[in-house]
C-alpha cells in the first residue's frame, strides 16, 4: 500500500468533490486490488512499519482518513466512533479548563462534557446556539469552544463564520461538529476552525451498519496527540468498519445531493400540513437562521424536525402508524428514520411532540405518501 502519508495532507479539488470520493484513497500500482480490502489483522510481521493494529492501523485507516481530509481539508485521524473521536479532543484539556458548548446539542457530547464537570475535570457554559456575541466573548475566555451546526435537533445554524474567525483565548481550540453538514455542504476549517468532527456512523458511512468516527485538524501537533490518544485508549476502528466506510463514501455525494432535495420537498410539504405546527429546515425562509445556512451551507441537509399538532402520545402514533419511514434513532443513511427525541433520556427538554426526521434516497412521492397518511390517521 502506497498511500500518501495522511500527514501531508492533499486537498480535494472544490470543483470535484464528487470526483475525489470516488478516486481518493486507493493503491495505483499495478496489480492492486481497486478498493484496499478489510485487513482483519492485529498484528504483522515484525520489520515494516506495522507492527500492532491499535496503533498502527491498516490501510484502510488511511484511505478514509485521505478521503475524509481532503474533503474537510486538513488531516484527519479516524476513530472507532464519532464520539470515540469527540472524547479525545475533550481529553486534552488540563484539569480546569473552561468549555463553551451549544444548549441543543448532541446528547452523547453533552453528557461527556457533564461528566467531566462532575468530577472537577473543566467547568462547562452552555450557550443558545445563535447568540454570536455570547459566542465572540467566549472566544476570549474558553479553553475549548464547541460548536455543532446545524444543531442536533432543532437545526440552528451559528454563524460560524464570524466565530471561527474570532480572536481566541491563547491556546484554545474551537472544534466543530460538522455531521449534520457533512463536508460536502460545509467546512470549518476553511472558516478558521482548528477541529471538524464528522460522526462516519452517518451520512459518510450511509447505510446504517456501522460506527466510526474521523477527527480534522490543522496542527501537527494536535494531529499527533490525537494519534496518540486513539492509540492509549484503544479508540481504534475495526477492519471490516473501515472496509463499509470507505465504501459509503464513494457514493456519499448521490445520497447527499438526493436525500437533500427530498428533504426540501418535504419540509415544504409539512409547513403546510394541518397536523404539523412548526417545521423546522434551514432551508425553509421562515426558518430563524435561514440567512446564515444560506451564506455558510452548499446545501440545507437531510434532517427535518416538525411538531405533530397535539401531545406526545399523538407524535408516537405517527411513528407507529409509518410503513416506509423507519421508526429509528439515528440519522444519514440511506433509509428516512423518524424518532421523537424528547423520548430520549437527556433530551426531556425539547417540545415533547417534536420529530426528528432524516431524510433517505426513497422516492419522494413514496416518502410524501407515507408521512400524509400518518398525519392524517387515515390509513
Ligand atoms: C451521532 C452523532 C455523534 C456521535 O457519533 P457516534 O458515531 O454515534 O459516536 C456526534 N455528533 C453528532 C451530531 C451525531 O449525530
Known amino acids: 500500500m502506497t498511500s500518501r502519508q495522511t500527514t501531508e495532507h492533499t486537498e480535494a479539488d472544490p470543483e470535484s468533490v464528487e470526483s475525489w470520493l470516488v478516486s481518493a484513497g486507493r493503491d495505483r500500482r499495478p496489480g492492486s486490488p481497486l478498493n484496499v480490502p478489510p485487513w482483519p489483522a492485529s498484528n504483522f510481521v515484525l520489520g515494516d512499519r506495522r507492527a500492532y493494529s491499535r496503533g498502527d492501523g491498516t490501510p484502510g485507516w488511511e484511505a478514509l482518513e485521505e478521503i475524509v481530509g481532503g474533503l474537510e481539508g486538513g488531516s484527519s485521524v479516524s476513530f472507532a466512533s464519532g464520539m470515540a473521536g469527540i472524547a479525545a479532543i475533550f481529553g486534552q ?3 480546569g479548563s473552561v468549555v463553551a458548548l451549544p444548549d441543543d446539542c448532541y446528547q452523547g457530547v453533552a453528557g461527556l462534557a457533564k461528566a467531566g464537570q462532575s468530577r472537577s475535570r473543566w467547568t462547562v457554559h452552555r450557550l443558545a446556539v445563535g447568540d454570536t456575541a455570547g459566542w465572540l466573548e467566549m472566544c476570549g475566555v474558553a479553553d475549548l469552544i464547541w460548536l455543532e451546526s446545524p444543531s442536533n435537533p432543532l437545526l440552528t445554524v451559528a454563524d ?15 472544534g466543530v461538529d460538522n455531521t ?4 460536502l455542504n460545509q467546512r470549518p476549517l476553511a472558516l478558521g476552525a482548528d477541529v471538524s468532527v464528522q460522526s462516519v456512523t452517518k451520512f459518510i458511512g450511509g447505510h446504517s451498519d456501522l460506527l466510526g468516527g474521523v477527527v480534522t485538524v490543522r496542527d501537527a501537533r494536535l494531529l499527533e496527540a490525537l494519534r496518540q490518544a486513539r492509540e492509549l485508549s484503544g479508540a481504534t476502528p475495526g477492519a471490516l468498519e473501515i472496509f463499509l466506510a470507505v465504501r459509503g463514501a464513494r457514493t456519499l455525494a448521490l445520497r447527499l445531493e438526493r436525500a437533500q432535495r427530498n428533504a426540501m420537498t418535504l ?3 409539512l409547513a403546510h400540513h394541518p397536523n404539523v405546527t412548526l417545521t423546522r429546515y ?3 425562509t421562515s426558518h430563524p437562521t435561514h440567512d446564515a445556512a444560506r451564506r455558510q451551507l452548499k446545501g440545507f441537509g437531510t434532517i427535518i424536525s416538525f411538531d405533530v399538532r397535539g401531545d406526545a402520545a399523538a407524535a408516537d402514533a405517527v411513528c407507529a402508524r409509518l410503513q416506509l419511514v423507519q421508526h429509528a434513532t439515528s440519522l444519514g443513511a440511506v433509509e428516512s428514520t423518524i424518532e421523537r427525541r424528547a423520548s430520549v433520556p437527556g433530551q426531556e427538554h425539547l417540545p415533547p411532540a417534536l420529530l426528528r426526521l432524516s431524510v433517505g ?3 419522494v412521492e413514496d416518502l410524501w405518501t407515507d408521512l400524509d397518511r400518518a398525519l392524517r390517521n387515515d390509513l
Open 361 to 363: 434516497i426513497e422516492g
Open 267 to 269: 419540509a415544504e410539504r
Open 180 to 183: 449534520f453538514a457533512t463536508p
Open 93 to 95: 484539556l488540563p484539569i
Open 282 to 284: 434551514p432551508g425553509l
Open 160 to 174: 460560524l463564520d464570524v466565530i471561527c474567525a474570532a480572536p481566541r483565548k491563547r491556546g484554545a481550540v474551537l
